[in-house]
Structure formats: C-alpha cells, structure tokens
C-alpha cells in the first residue's frame, strides 16, 4: 500500500512535470502499477544474479 503523502507527491510529479492532472484514485493506479514493475524488476535481477 502506497501512504496518502506519497500518493500527493506522484499527483504533484505528474502535474508538473506532464500537466497532467489526475484524480487520487488515477494516481494510486499508476502508484501501483509502478511499484509492481519495480518488483518485477528486482525478480528478474535476483534471479539472473543467483544463475
């Protein structure tokens, strides 16, 4: 779970960086597809380093 302060910090990213202005609801979707990726990620790392 992504913590409301974080979530308002996206929300701010995206606004200024892409003018973009999403609802809470739309940044947690993005939050969470984000932190999904980053742990896909790591899976993938892990695993070509223990090879």
């Known amino acids: 779970m992504v913590s409301q ?4 910090e996206l ?3 995206i606004e200024e960086d ?3 202005k999403l609802t ?3 940044v947690m979707e993005v939050a969470t ?3 999904q990726f980053a742990e896909a990620a ?4 892990a695993k070509s ?3």
């Open 33 to 35: 597809t984000l932190v």
């Open 24 to 26: 809470l609801a739309e």
């Open 11 to 13: 929300k701010k990213i």
């Open 18 to 20: 892409y003018g973009i």
């Open 5 to 8: 302060q974080l979530l308002l």
């Open 49 to 51: 380093n223990s090879s």
């Open 42 to 45: 790591m899976k993938i790392e």
